[in-house]
């Protein structure tokens, strides 16, 4: 069972477009959404993340809507850059418990120069 | 924000043989994670590692395949035990710390 529904599989952008990586969730207890970004041979690293307390969170150029009635969370790029190539991975936990973090299958993105 | 640093970085391995991964934080953490993610897939949690306590499995992960140690609050370590092909993945050690979750740079494993 897949708690966090994330897509597209793969994205393809101009630069300086906007990509937009869509997830989803199902369990009403998640209280945290992070966003990871991996380059090939190397570990995830910690993007962006929303509490559901708030609608929208930017960081830069990152800009993450959260939509708690549909269950939903998106990953917004302004003004993508090739360097910006990478795969991004959706990921959704609570408290209470074993804290685990579950996350989506993930999001290959190609900015093209 | 937590540095997480993972040995080896890489190894390839016999089937059969075993591989111990080592993960040291550089703060102390209550809880370390041990994640897999098979080749162009997504992180897959094998292991919760608390100090001072056995390990909690994921669904379809086993001690006796993945024995896990965590002497201290700052270091544990992964042992991936009699290994197939099919082990052949990237092991990830992460931490949750002020509520966010940091991750290593992963082991990449390839077992011939």
């Known amino acids: 069972q897949q708690q966090v529904k994330q897509s597209p599989q793969s994205l393809i952008v101009q630069k300086g477009g906007i990509p937009i990586i869509n997830c989803a969730y199902e369990?009403?207890?998640?209280?945290?959404f992070p966003w990871y970004q991996q380059f090939p041979g190397k570990g995830p690293a910690l993007l962006i993340a929303?509490?559901?307390?708030?609608s929208e969170k930017k960081e830069g150029r990152f800009t993450i809507s959260f939509n708690k009635s549909a269950k939903q969370f998106s990953l917004h790029i302004m003004d993508s850059q090739p360097g910006d190539s990478a795969t991004y991975f959706c990921?959704?936990?609570?408290?209470?418990?074993?804290?685990?973090?579950?996350f989506g299958k993930g999001t290959k993105l190609t900015v093209n120069p | 924000s937590a540095v997480i640093s993972q040995k080896p970085s890489r190894d390839i391995c016999q089937r059969g043989t075993s591989l111990t991964i080592q993960c040291q934080v550089d703060?102390?953490?209550?809880?370390m994670f041990w994640y897999r993610q098979q080749p162009g897939q997504s992180l897959t949690l094998i292991a919760t590692?608390?100090?001072?306590?056995?390990?909690?499995?994921e669904s379809g992960f086993v001690i006796d395949k993945f024995p896990i140690s965590r002497p201290n609050l700052t270091f544990s370590t992964l042992t991936v035990s009699n290994m197939s092909p099919e082990d052949s993945s990237i092991y990830l050690c992460?931490?949750?710390?002020?509520?966010?979750?940091?991750f290593g740079p992963g082991t990449r494993l390839t077992v011939l």
């Open positions: 703060s102390q953490v209550t809880m």
């Open positions: 929303i509490r559901p307390d708030v």
């Open positions: 369990n009403t207890a998640f209280d945290y």
């Open positions: 990921a959704a936990s609570y408290e209470g418990g074993s804290e685990k973090l579950v």
């Open positions: 992460s931490v949750d710390t002020l509520g966010s979750w940091f």
């Open positions: 590692a608390n100090q001072g306590s056995e390990a909690t499995y």
